[in-house]
């Protein structure tokens, strides 16, 4: 669970830096960094479930 509660950390702190910074590029890569950490995490959660 804590690597869940990290990947977690990370989504939100890429989220918030997107909504304070203008540059076009940069949001869209912390943006693409959250969704892929979200993904991370329903494949950790998956896998606990299952367990």
């Not at 076009?24 to 367990?51: N, P, Q, S």
Request: glycine share 2%; no cysteine; hydrophobic share 40%.
């Amino acid at each position: 669970m804590k690597t869940i509660q990290y990947l977690e950390d990370q989504a939100a702190r890429a989220e918030r830096l997107a909504k304070r910074i203008t540059d076009t590029l940069t949001i869209e890569k912390l943006e693409t960094f959250a969704v892929e950490r979200r993904r991370e995490i329903e494949v950790i959660a998956g896998r606990y479930r299952r367990a």
